[in-house]
């Protein structure tokens, strides 16, 4: 199916019907079959973040940068683990809780449309899957398989410095959308804090 996709897919590009410059990134969500209430519960470990890793070599460059000594791999090596709830008839789809509302074992449909609406790559993961984790993954599959879009837009969700700098590092320009301070009260907001380029960090007023 997928080298039919991509076939089909080609022979739209070639005909000059493809508008793969901007790209267009949302996860719906599908609800499966099984009963919401026949499920059973697990502990399982959290998936590591993709950028997690790299987060832990820019900190320790940045502390040998600053005359101090690197943290061990121990210090992030700590295992988390999570408790989920996992439907009995169908284990592959995850929990999928929208509001009070919506809750139900679901699959999401990751997928990214070009400007004429054109699906030019598509990851289907269990409904618990949160969207920001699969904005990298299908962004590759868009460069490797289609090309390399000048512009990426995706709603809120995928909202996060993560995201953010792998667009930037790809020379990729991310359309996404402005959202307020989720500072608490009482607390220092973004902005209150003042940047020494000199000594390259940020002073707490």
């Known amino acids: 199916m997928k080298q039919i996709f991509h076939c089909i897919l080609k022979e739209i590009a070639d005909k000059g019907l493809l508008g793969a410059d901007h790209v267009f990134i949302d996860s719906p969500h599908g609800k499966t079959g ?22 832990q ?6 502390r040998m940068d600053h ?12 295992e988390e683990v999570k408790e989920i709830k996992q439907s009995t008839t169908d284990p592959e789809s995850g929990y999928y ?7 139900q074992f679901a699959y999401s449909f990751h997928a990214a449309a070009d400007r004429y609406g054109f699906i030019l790559g598509s990851i289907v993961t269990p409904g618990n899957v949160h969207d920001s984790h699969m904005l990298q ?3 590759e599959k868009i460069m490797e398989k289609v090309k390399k879009p000048l512009a990426v837009a995706a709603d809120a969700a995928y909202k996060t410095p993560a995201i953010t700098k792998f667009l930037f590092d790809q020379e990729i320009q991310p359309a ?24 390259d960090c940020y002073l707490c007023p």
């Open 176 to 199: 996404l959308p402005y959202t307020r301070p989720k500072t608490k009260d009482g607390f220092l907001r973004k902005h209150d804090y003042v940047y020494d380029e000199y000594y």
């Open 137 to 139: 993954p299908l962004v």
């Open 97 to 103: 809780v929208k509001d009070e509302r919506t809750k």
């Open 57 to 62: 070599e820019e900190l320790n460059q940045d």
């Open 34 to 55: 099984p009963n919401k209430r026949k499920f059973e519960k697990k502990i399982v470990r959290k998936e590591t973040r993709a950028y997690e890793a790299k987060l």
């Open 67 to 78: 005359g101090k000594k690197p943290f061990s791999p121990d210090k992030f090596e700590k």
